[in-house]
């Protein structure tokens, strides 16, 4: 088959690994830079141009849309749709994920576990938002910010209610979730491919930190999940309507809560802690799923 991944950087850990895996099953694997792409749009006759030149018709994309490039990476992928080629995530899903308030309240609407959030728009609400998630400890995110970057912990009322104003004075979009303190610093990542569970790994911060991401110095080992574990994550990734996604987890009191579904998960992490071969997985899924004009919209929201 001949397939492309979108991604910025052929040189990435994730993009490099996925050409090997393709190249190994006999696969004509193309790296092509999703900025550089750009789309003729006319009736009946869709074409994404690359280079002063048009792109061949390619069986399946594999998009690494990174979040500070969703609106026009999208907008790439939805072109190689209208062309029938089938994405591994289609755009709209990817769109979905990115939005964090949307997925919460998507989640929400089927069930699927989560941590009590709050969204508010005016400072005279505060207090009650703050009251709403069960006060303080609790945890303040920037909507739009990624990898542990804009995630404050508020130990106490005061505190929050500062940070809340603050972030409300910048005309930033937050959240407020309620500390899960059982946690303990640990997350769970499970990684989704074709409504399976293919890898876990259980996420701990580093001392004093209460973000569990790699980026900020955690450490991952591999972890055995729970049926309720599993069925939470795939669950998630059937709602945001993601073929390939990494479904973020913690363990609390109630049962596992659902933190984020990553649209376009880093393979580093997940492989060297389990040591299985996630791009080959994934790469078997677009074998097993991948015709012409099959890519349809998936999950509702």
């Known amino acids: 088959m001949k397939i492309a991944i979108l991604s910025r950087n052929k040189k990435l850990y994730s993009t490099r690994r996925l050409v090997e895996a393709g190249q190994v099953r006999g696969h004509e694997v193309d790296v092509i830079d999703t900025l550089q792409c750009y789309m003729d749009i006319t009736k009946s006759r869709s074409v994404v141009r690359y280079g002063g030149k ?6 399946a994309i594999i998009p690494r849309i990174g979040a500070s490039i969703t609106f026009y ?11 029938g080629t089938f994405s591994v995530n289609e755009s709209v899903a990817i769109s979905r994920s ?35 998630v069960g006060g303080a400890p609790l945890v303040v995110k920037l909507l739009e910010g ?11 009322n005061k505190s929050a209610e500062s940070i809340i104003e603050a972030f409300m ?5 937050i959240l407020v979730q309620e500390f899960i303190k059982e946690a303990g610093g640990a997350d769970i990542r499970c990684f989704v491919v074709g409504g399976k569970v293919v890898a876990a790994m259980k996420r701990q911060g580093a001392d004093g930190e209460f973000r569990s991401n790699l980026h900020r110095g955690g450490s991952a080992t ?14 998630a990734a059937k709602v945001m309507g993601l073929n390939v996604c990494g479904v973020d987890i913690l363990q609390s009191a109630s049962g596992p809560v659902v933190m984020e579904v990553n649209s376009t998960p880093g393979l580093e992490g997940i492989e060297k802690a389990t040591g299985k071969d996630v791009g080959e997985l994934i790469f078997q899924f677009i074998e097993d799923n991948a015709k012409p004009h099959r890519t349809r919209t998936r999950g509702k929201g």
Do not use: W
């Open 169 to 173: 004075g910048l005309n930033a979009n």
């Open 54 to 59: 048009e792109l061949p018709r390619y069986d």
């Open 98 to 132: 990115r939005d964090k308030l949307r997925s919460l309240q998507l989640l929400s609407r089927r069930n699927v576990g989560l941590p009590r959030t709050g969204f508010a728009n005016k400072s005279t609400n505060i207090k009650d938002l703050i009251k709403t």
């Open 146 to 156: 990624t990898q542990g970057i804009g995630v404050v912990l508020a130990e106490n």
């Open 73 to 83: 990476g999208t907008a790439v992928v939805r072109q190689f749709e209208m062309m």
């Open 222 to 235: 591999l972890v055995k999940l729970s049926k309720e574990e599993r069925a939470t994550a795939v669950n």
